[in-house]
């Protein structure tokens, strides 16, 4: 069955960096879009990343663009997200989805990201 798994999170001075993971199982991340999507506490989910199957193709929310970077080990299935210059703002829990469509159809349990002084 198809499953998600995410990793990596964790507490992080601000100016930090952080990578987090996603492995996948029952399915071949690079035939699928795949997403980064986190929530704040207190909000609601938000888009951060997309990388495109085969030709790699990634898109960014604009505040995270230069500071984030989707990318995937194919020999893994694992799809990953680096953080750099993390900002208090970007406290979230963290989880990787597959696209369907425009939304998403399965999700991991997701990781926790603290970037606290």
């Known amino acids: 069955q198809v499953q998600l798994v995410e990793s990596g999170g964790g507490l992080v001075q601000p100016g930090g960096s952080l990578r987090v993971s996603c492995a996948a199982s029952g399915f071949t991340l690079r035939n699928y879009y795949m997403s980064w999507v986190r929530q704040a506490p207190g909000k609601g989910l938000e888009w951060v990343s997309t990388?495109?199957?085969?030709?790699?193709?990634?898109v960014y929310v604009d505040s995270v663009k230069g500071r984030f970077t989707i990318s995937r080990d194919d020999a893994k299935n694992t799809l990953y997200l680096q953080m750099n210059s993390l900002k208090p703002e970007d406290t979230a829990l963290y989880y990787c989805?597959?696209?369907?469509?425009?939304?998403?159809?399965?999700w991991g349990q997701g990781t926790q990201v603290t970037v606290s002084s």
């Open positions: 990388m495109y199957p085969a030709d790699g193709n990634t």
């Open positions: 989805a597959r696209v369907v469509g425009d939304s998403w159809d399965y």
